[in-house]
């Protein structure tokens, strides 16, 4: 049986995740579920929890990965709670563990997601226009090395068909 896709979802924690924020990322959770792709989440609230519960009612796998040593403390619909007791550090097993990655919006917490799986040439989309941390670079670099642009899209079916085509 060949590897699943692992797809990555970051964005705001619960402290900044609005209604918008939430839906998208539902509607991406649920379509990575539907493309028979894994679902990968820090595993908390906001984005996460969002994305997380998308993929669980459309029948998918979710797996979360969080900064603390207790598994009690992920999200109540990650099928598969890792528990890392490393805090942020975590933020760079989550973008190894991704074929790709989707980004919604998000704060500092997002933005290291984000330069991990760029410092290790991962495919990234990033949803337009929602005020995160991420907008300055959206539909560029993060620096001068070019490593891999950060695609642009407006939508969560062009977030979800984009990175598909990226990391197949």
């Known amino acids: ?41 820090g595993g908390l609230g906001g984005v996460m929890e969002a994305a997380a519960k998308g993929s669980n009612d459309a029948n998918g ?25 490393m805090g942020f550090t975590r933020d760079f097993l989550n973008a190894l563990s991704a074929d790709g990655v989707i980004i919604i919006g998000g704060g500092s917490g997002t933005l290291s997601e984000v330069c991990a799986a760029y410092m290790s040439k991962k495919p990234m989309v990033a949803i337009r226009n929602l005020g995160g941390s991420i907008d300055p670079y959206i539909d560029g670099f993060i620096d001068h090395r070019e490593h891999v642009r950060i695609i642009g899209v407006d939508n969560a079916q062009d977030a979800v068909d984009t990175i598909l085509k990226l990391i197949s």
Do not use: H, W
Request: proline share 6%; aromatic share 4%.
């Open 1 to 41: 049986m060949a590897k699943r896709r692992q797809i990555l979802v970051v964005g705001n924690n619960t402290n900044g995740c609005t209604p918008e924020l939430e839906k998208i990322a539902y509607e991406i959770g649920s379509k990575i579920a539907k493309s028979n792709s894994v679902l990968i989440t």
């Open 61 to 85: 796998l979710c797996v979360g990965i969080i900064p603390q040593d207790d598994p009690k403390m992920a999200n109540n619909f990650c099928d598969i709670v890792i528990p890392t007791g």
